[in-house]
């Protein structure tokens, strides 16, 4: 019986982890960028603190 394996295999995480470092060497990716993601993931997982006036923004 065949077993069929869901997820990401070790070639594409390896590819995602390079993809991610030379994306960050050449500045696509910056701590600024970084920051409004973070806040942004907050916002939509805590989205019932931002309708009650919470101010999710970081720094």
């Known amino acids: 019986?065949?077993?069929y394996r869901r997820g990401i295999?070790?070639?594409g995480l390896i590819y995602i982890l390079v993809g991610l470092y030379v994306?960050?060497?050449h500045?696509?990716?910056t701590p600024?960028?970084?920051k409004d993601i973070a806040e942004a993931?907050?916002?939509v997982l805590l989205?019932?603190?931002v309708l009650l006036g919470v101010d999710?923004?970081?720094g």
């Open 47 to 49: 989205w019932f603190l």
């Open 1 to 3: 019986m065949a077993y």
């Open 41 to 43: 993931l907050l916002a």
């Open 27 to 29: 500045d696509y990716i």
């Open 9 to 11: 295999s070790l070639i």
């Open 56 to 58: 999710l923004h970081l």
């Open 32 to 34: 600024a960028l970084l």
């Open 23 to 25: 994306a960050w060497v």
